[in-house]
C-alpha cells in the first residue's frame, strides 16, 4: 500500500467567525485526510474580531510561538506539503511570509498558498506598500510553488510572484433543502443580512433602503458589531430612530449551526451589499444559494460577479447605493415567480460549482499536482 504523502495545514478555526476560518475548519474536518497524513498547526487566536490584524503583545507572542512551532513540526514530520492561508495586509503577512520562508529554509516540502480575498493584494497592499515590504513579499512568494485564489480573473494578483497560479472557488455543504411554497404566497417579505456588522459590508446601505421601502417588509440582521468599525452601531441606530423603521429591523446576534440554519429557513431574500475591501468570495452568498433563496449584492466586489449571473441566479447592483438595494428588493417583493426561478437558479449553480465535495475534490488535486511537479497553463 502506498504510504500517504504527509501534509501539514497551517490555519485557523472559529471562533470568531469569519469566511477564511469557517473554510479552514471545513477542509481540515474533510475527506482530505483520507488522502493525505494531516497535521494541523493551529494559529487561532479566539478573540473576537477587534483583535485581527491588531498589534499587541498576544498576537506577536502568537505569531513567534507558531513560527517555532512550525520548526518544530517539520524536524518531527518531515513533511511533504505545506498549506499556508495568505492575507492582504502588513502584520499578518509579515507573519505569513515568515511561515514560507521557514517551510523553505527548513525543508523541502512543496509550499501552497491560499488567498481567499480579491484583487487587494496586489492593487493595494502590494502596490502601496513600502520597498523593502515588496522586497520580502516578492522574495516569500519566490519560495512557493503553487498559490490559489478564488476565480481565473484573481490570477493576475500572483503574476510574475509565483511560478504556478491555480483557481478554485470556495465551497459549502449541501443541506439538500427545498424551500417551502411559504415563501412565495401573501405575507411579510424577510429580507435578511448575515454577516459581520461592519459598516463596509453594507449594513447601513441595507437600513438606508429599508428607510426608502415604505412597506411592511421585515429587515433581519444577523452578525456580530465590532468596535474596530467605530460608530457603525450607534450610525445605524440613528437611521432606524430617524426614519422610524424600528418596527420592522431586528437584530439576532451572531448565528451559527441550527440557528443559521433557522435564520436562512425564514429569509425571502437576503441582501449583502458588501464593499469590504478584503471581500472575497463571501461564503453567505452560496449559503443562500444553497436554500434557495434570491441574494442581492455588489458585483464590482471580490469574486461575486463570477459567482451570481445577474438576473439569472441573483441581481447585482452598485456599492453604497441603497437606492437601487431598495429597487431591487421592491422588485423581487412584487413578484414571487422572479423570486422562485432566481432562488432555483441560484441552487442550481450552487450544485454546479460550490458544494464542499466539489470544493475539496479540487484541494485534492492542487495539492496531488503540486507533489508531482506539475505546471498550470
Not at 50 to 77: E, G, H, M, P, Q
Amino acid at each position: 500500500m502506498t504510504e500517504k504523502k504527509k501534509i501539514i495545514l497551517i490555519g485557523s478555526v472559529p471562533p470568531p467567525y469569519h469566511g477564511s476560518s469557517i473554510y479552514f475548519s471545513d477542509l481540515l474536518n474533510s475527506k482530505l485526510k483520507n488522502e493525505f497524513e494531516i497535521t494541523h498547526l493551529d494559529i487561532s487566536d479566539h478573540r473576537d474580531l477587534n483583535n485581527l490584524s491588531k498589534l499587541d503583545f498576544t498576537n506577536a507572542y502568537l505569531a513567534v510561538k507558531n513560527i517555532y512551532n512550525l520548526r518544530k513540526l517539520i524536524t518531527n514530520i518531515r513533511p511533504d506539503l505545506i498549506y499556508i492561508p495568505v492575507a492582504s495586509n502588513f502584520l499578518p503577512y509579515l507573519r505569513d511570509g515568515l511561515f514560507i520562508l521557514t517551510s523553505s529554509y527548513f525543508s523541502k516540502a512543496k509550499i501552497v498558498i491560499h488567498l481567499h480575498e480579491g484583487k487587494y493584494f496586489r492593487e493595494g497592499f502590494y502596490k502601496n506598500s513600502s520597498a523593502p515590504v515588496r522586497a520580502f513579499i516578492k522574495s516569500s512568494l519566490k519560495k512557493v510553488d503553487t498559490a490559489i485564489v478564488l476565480s481565473e480573473g484573481l490570477k493576475m494578483v500572483f503574476k510574475d510572484l509565483v511560478r504556478n497560479v491555480v483557481s478554485s472557488p470556495n465551497g459549502i455543504k449541501d443541506e439538500d433543502h427545498v424551500r417551502p411554497a411559504s415563501h412565495y404566497t401573501e405575507r411579510n417579505l424577510k429580507v435578511s443580512f448575515l454577516g459581520n456588522l461592519f459598516e463596509s459590508k453594507g449594513i447601513l446601505d441595507v437600513l438606508n433602503a429599508a428607510a426608502i421601502i415604505k412597506s411592511n417588509i421585515e429587515f433581519h440582521f444577523a452578525g456580530g458589531w465590532s468596535d474596530k468599525e467605530g460608530n457603525t452601531k450607534e450610525k445605524a441606530f440613528e437611521i432606524i430612530s430617524k426614519n422610524k423603521i424600528d418596527d420592522k429591523v431586528f437584530f439576532h446576534g451572531i448565528v451559527t449551526g441550527e440557528q443559521k440554519k433557522k435564520f436562512l429557513e425564514m429569509t425571502d431574500i437576503l441582501v449583502f451589499p458588501t464593499w469590504y475591501k478584503y471581500e472575497g468570495f463571501p461564503l453567505v452568498i452560496i449559503e443562500a444559494m444553497s436554500v434557495g433563496i434570491p441574494v442581492i449584492s455588489v458585483g464590482e466586489t471580490g469574486t461575486i460577479s463570477d459567482i451570481i449571473i445577474d438576473g439569472e441566479t441573483g441581481i447585482l447592483i452598485d456599492k453604497k447605493n441603497p437606492a437601487m438595494i431598495s429597487d431591487a428588493v421592491l422588485k423581487l417583493a412584487g413578484d414571487p415567480e422572479l423570486r422562485k426561478n432566481l432562488g432555483d437558479n441560484g441552487r442550481k449553480r450552487f450544485k454546479e460549482y460550490y458544494t464542499h465535495d466539489i470544493s475539496i475534490n479540487r484541494m485534492i488535486d492542487i495539492f496531488t499536482k503540486t507533489l508531482n511537479n506539475y505546471i498550470y497553463e
